[in-house]
Nanobody, 119 residues
Framework: QVQLVESGGGLVQAGGSLRLSCAAS????????MGWFRQAPGKEREFVAR??????TIDDSVKGRFTISRDNAKKMVYLQMNSLKPEDTAVYYC??????????????WGQGTQVTVSS
């Protein structure tokens, strides 16, 4: 398993940008699919983006605004968020697992970082 720590959240105005980072420790980081999920108050945790060895996918709700990337040498995953909207407000989680958009397929989770977008 890997241990994950997110950073980079905060308060931003609508239309602004944030870059979330996820630092991993442990073995075999490069073999995991890394995902970003988010959970707004009163809602279920939902898929945002995932990245494997050579492919990535972005949820339609953020496509064109968010980008996921990874640096295997540094054991880091990033989520670049542009043109933020108030509906993007949530706790964002980094996760390690298999190639999936389901939370159940991710075995390791970070503690989450709060993103708040004001209108």
């Amino acid at each position: 398993q890997v241990q994950l720590v997110e950073s980079g959240g905060g308060l931003v105005q609508a239309g602004g940008s944030l870059r979330l980072s996820c630092a991993a420790s442990g073995r075999s980081f490069s073999s995991y699919t890394m995902g970003w999920f988010r959970q707004a108050p009163g809602k279920e945790r939902e898929f945002v983006a995932r990245i494997g060895w050579s492919a990535s996918t972005i949820d339609d709700s953020v496509k064109g605004r968010f980008t996921i990337s990874r640096d295997n040498a540094k054991k880091m995953v990033y989520l670049q968020m542009n043109s933020l909207k108030p509906e993007d407000t949530a706790v964002y989680y980094c996760a390690a697992g298999t190639w999936s958009t389901r939370t159940a397929d991710y075995s390791s989770w970070g503690q989450g970082t709060q993103v708040t977008v004001s209108s």
